[in-house]
């Protein structure tokens, strides 16, 4: 059974970083297009970044994190990551990770993504 997991979210100011990992549970995964989302209270969820599989040669950012945010996998360890730079109280949210099972391109409907994890609180405070 698939299973993903995120890990790194936290309580931090305004200006600093955080790395977010998601690990999975099958190799398969670190094939497969993935994505972060996020989901504000009030808000519904939005697709924060998307890389494609197995390279990831190909990824997507909301406009609202570009060039603060990087998406980036490491097959080896099967792990998915958020760098998140330069953060903002707007970016306060619960972070998901999620996998695309059998697609390799990059997926911005998150209907597309049959594996979710738990989720991350990451928490920005001005």
């Known amino acids: 059974q698939v299973q993903v997991a995120e890990s790194g979210g936290g309580l931090v100011q305004a200006g600093a970083s955080l790395r977010l990992s998601c690990t999975a549970s099958?190799?398969?995964?670190?094939?497969?297009?993935r994505g972060w989302f996020r989901q504000a209270p009030g808000k519904e969820r939005e697709l924060v970044a998307a890389?494609?599989?197995?390279?990831?040669?190909?990824?997507y950012y909301a406009d609202s994190v570009k060039g603060r945010f990087i998406i980036s996998r490491d097959n080896a360890k099967n792990t998915l990551y958020l760098q998140m730079n330069n953060l903002k109280p707007e970016d306060t949210a619960v972070y998901y990770c999620a996998a695309a099972r059998g697609h390799y391109t990059i997926r911005t409907n998150s209907a597309e993504y049959e594996y979710w994890g738990q989720g991350t609180q990451v928490t920005v405070s001005s």
């Open positions: 890389i494609s599989g197995p390279s990831g040669a190909s990824t």
């Open positions: 099958v190799r398969a995964v670190s094939t497969w297009t």
